[in-house]
């Protein structure tokens, strides 16, 4: 039986249905906290009696810094550390799917406010700020006006660190809706729109936004296929926008979450995450 080490900070209703639907097809898979590893010795003791790692941690930070040691180490990791870093940093994403001409939102860096200033005068309003490290729908914010802007951006300029400074500006696509896809290995297991509810512009699972089941259209399909292309296998949220163009990549997630798209789908996603854990390991 092949042994997987699910590395989070804690067991979430996600984590629980991993671990049950690989018992139930001769996997095992245990959690390992992602605080307590401490790795960096050339072997990777904390690591030495799994196949491979999946991460799970909600720290992007985290996550990708584990899956860069234990590749040191050559313990075989779910998802890989370039992918994992890609998708942690949403400025370093985007240039990797503009590079590939996957549609992304139009954007500009902001780094300081002499760009804020620019991003202001070249997109129209309303905009969007985010941070360009973070998820879970935390500090994005809508600019409906140019003097709230400039007061949201003192809250910007007071945070302790450049890390957390770093923001993007882009277009509000009006609409209220997002797609997550979720993917396993190649294969888009289910996707599903979220809409904002209770007063709440943003579209984000995590929000506990109103969902339902989207059928997988082939405009879907091919850009799933070219962001797996971009990024390499693995386990991933496809976070898409529709606009009157077609869709655009907002953002990818590493350790995504599923319990919402799977309340909308009769699929069984924990088993075709395990079916791939056991490709991989195979």
Known sequence: MRHVALVADR????????????????????WVDDGALCLGAPAAPALGDFDAVMIRSRSYTRGGLIATAAEAARVPVLNT???I????????????????????????????????????????????????????????TLLRD???AQSVYDYVEDLGHGFEQAALVEPF?????????????RQLVASASFRSAGGDW????????????VAQGPEISKIVDAVVDVLGEGIYGIDLFETPDGFVVNEVNHAPAF???????????????????QEVTS
Request: charged share 25%; with cysteine; proline share 5%.
């Open 259 to 277: 319990r919402a798209v799977a309340d909308t789908s009769e699929l069984d996603i924990p088993t075709a995450v395990v079916r791939y854990l």
């Open 85 to 140: 870093h890609a998708c942690e940093n949403k400025l370093s994403l985007r240039a990797l799917l503009r590079a590939a001409d996957l549609p992304v939102p139009d954007f500009r860096l902001v780094l300081s406010r002499a760009d804020f200033a620019a991003a202001l005068a070249e997109l129209p309003l309303p905009l969007v700020l985010k941070p360009v490290f973070g998820g879970m729908g935390k500090r994005v």
């Open 146 to 148: 140019a003097d709230t």
């Open 81 to 83: 550390a370039a992918a």
């Open 173 to 185: 696509l009006d609409g209220g809706s997002s797609v997550r896809c979720f993917v396993a290995g």
């Open 202 to 213: 943003r579209s984000n699972a995590a929000l506990g936004n109103r969902h339902r089941r």
């Open 11 to 30: 067991i979430g209703w996600e984590e629980r249905r991993l671990i049950a639907a690989a018992g139930a097809h001769d996997l095992r898979l245990s």
